[in-house]
């Protein structure tokens, strides 16, 4: 439920929203990472309820990088989006007036969660190989990444993601450039604009190669070693990436990754207009069933 640049008064601000919203916004989505990651903590004990909990997030997760698509969602389309945590988009965050917000946002929902990662592998690289704690911290860790994926991901497309606004002009003519999130903010701005543009390209850059690069790739090259070396075993640090996979495939939860990836990727950067988005998620998703029917990977 982005605010769109026709929902912007006169004096920049949303229509739908006023700051104390955008501000709630930011903070609520920092506190529910918490609480997700307690509630984790407390049920990775159990398999069951995990494997149901991850079937859920990975189907919604889906189901709302499917709602990038520009077309006119109806309400009950987002208000039906759980697992959204941390928010991975700028709702009503442009109507401060200035942006600020927005960038302030995109810095929180990067480094919150991986403050909260930190802590957890702390406390997991202290606690005693193989031991029950430590395997359930594991798990939590493990889970809590993969949730994060997604909307960090989508965070990142959404600073890129500009229109062309013909009201608005450079000093030769030539249009500038918003974002589509936040109209107040150009994304080819100037002064001190400029210095948080450009920490949110060494943000962004991160975020693409150590997670959405550097996840898949770490995931798959150490599952793979494991197989080979016939360790697949239960009690291993990062069972719960593959336990619900066939010794064939192992690996799968790479598939799920790289999907969700390259949905992003072409909705929020490669394709600006709605068929072209609706049929390269149709491509992704159909390319992803046949290696769902061709694989069987679930046991």
Partial sequence: MTCAADEFNDNGKCEKCDNTISILIVVGSVLSFVVVTYYV???????????????????????EITTMIKISWPPI??????????????????????????????????WAPTAVFALMFLALSRSPPKSERRQALSSSLLFL????????LQMVGSMYDCFEDLERLNDDGSPQHFLVTDPDLNCNPSGIF??????????????????????????????????????????????????YYTPDMPFFEVVHMIRKALLILFMSTLATHPIAQAVLCFIVNAGFVAVLWKTKPLI
């Fill in 145 to 152: 990444a993969m949730l994060w994926y997604t909307p960090v």
């Fill in 41 to 63: 903590d407390k049920i990775s004990k159990s398999s069951s309820r995990m494997i149901r909990l991850k079937v859920l997030s990975t189907f919604f997760q889906t189901s």
């Fill in 77 to 110: 389309a987002f208000f039906a989006m759980p697992f959204k945590l941390p928010v991975s988009d700028a709702e009503c965050l442009g109507s401060d007036g200035s942006g600020t917000l927005t960038y302030v946002s995109f810095f929180m929902y990067v």
């Fill in 194 to 243: 400029k210095v948080w543009r450009t920490l949110v390209h060494i943000n962004s850059f991160l975020i693409v190669m150590c997670v959405g690069f550097g996840f898949p790739a770490a995931i798959y090259s150490k599952i793979k070693q494991l197989k080979q070396d016939n360790k697949l075993t239960a009690d291993s640090s990062l069972a719960s990436l593959y336990q």
